[in-house]
């Protein structure tokens, strides 16, 4: 696949030298014009009246439509080039839209905020909504695209460097919506199959008393823990929480050293961070928080 900066930068180009082509022949014309009917030239007299002129009509409504005709095919061929038309993706991840955060399904298995990409490798996202209208964007990586309920639009994504990639919902869909951050990771064919493999298992913890908090509270009514009774859809699959970096479609933003503060934080008052997100307020005892927070910080 041709990567698509090759091709803008392209096209870039050959509209710049015909900008720059017209450029010089108006300001020619002009330069031209000025000198050649100069007033210390001529004797004052009647200007010159035109009629009509069929030939320069003709061919100054031609050449320009000429022109935007082929600048047409131009962008054209480039958009459908930026799409991937005639490269079959090699990966098709669908993602759906919350208020606020993303849900990404590979195949079934469901992750979200975070989305893990092979390098070198042409994706297509399926790309719908279940609430608003919001809309997938990655500038890095490739285009816009609106994720609409009841539709499902299709977006490529092309990533040619390993690393993290940020994005943002690019249409307004409510109060939170400047907190509806998109990380994209990167990664070689072989850690990506490493973390999709790891992600497509249960929970690896062995059931404590931790876990229990989770299954004994309101919880279980929008989260997943796969390996567990917590079967809620309506929020983030948490199966394997602990393994992203941000918390809350990257309201806070977790390092090693502050990860466990920062779920407690979270899970203790949500709407002190996401005011107006979904996710209420559960009372906990302070202990419970901790042991709540240190669990869900270990499903990695
Ligand atoms: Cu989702 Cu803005």
């Known amino acids: 696949m041709r990567p698509p900066a090759d091709a803008i930068g392209t096209l870039s180009l050959i509209v710049g030298a015909i900008a720059l082509l017209i450029f010089i022949g108006v300001e020619g014309a002009l330069v031209y014009a000025i000198w050649r009917y100069r007033a210390t030239r001529h004797v004052a007299g009647e200007a010159a009246t035109f009629e009509h002129n069929r030939r320069l009509e ?28 005639g490269v079959a993706p090699a990966m098709r991840i669908a993602a759906t839209g919350h208020q606020w955060w993303w849900e990404f399904s590979y195949g079934g298995m469901k992750t979200a905020n975070e989305l893990h990409i092979p390098v070198d490798t042409p994706i297509t996202l ?82 404590t008393d931790a876990e229990k908090i989770f299954l004994a509270n309101i919880c279980v009514s929008c989260h997943t823990i796969r390996g567990t009774d917590a079967k809620g859809t309506a929020g983030p699959d948490l199966t394997h929480v602990g393994s992203r970096a941000t918390i809350g479609a990257g309201v806070l933003e977790s390092t090693e050293a502050n990860v466990v503060a920062n ?25 419970d928080l901790d042991a709540l927070a240190a669990y869900l910080v270990s499903l990695r």
Request: glycine residues 8%.
């Open 58 to 85: 003709i061919a100054w409504t031609a050449a320009p439509a000429l022109i935007l005709v082929v600048v047409l095919a131009l962008t054209l061929g480039t958009m459908a080039e930026i799409n991937g038309a």
């Open 126 to 207: 399926d790309l719908t909504s279940v609430d608003v209208i919001h809309s997938f964007w990655v500038p890095e990586l490739g285009p816009k695209a609106d994720m609409l309920p009841g539709t499902t639009n299709h977006l490529r994504l092309f990533a040619r460097r390993a690393g993290s990639y940020d994005g943002q919902c690019a249409e307004f869909c409510g109060v939170e919506h400047a907190w509806m951050r998109i990380r994209v990771v990167a990664q070689t064919r072989s850690e990506f199959d490493d973390w999709l493999g790891l992600q497509g298992k249960p929970r690896t913890t062995v059931e």
């Open 263 to 287: 779920m407690r934080a979270w899970v203790a008052d949500p709407q002190r961070y996401k005011p107006g997100s979904l996710m209420p307020r559960v009372p906990l005892s302070d202990a």
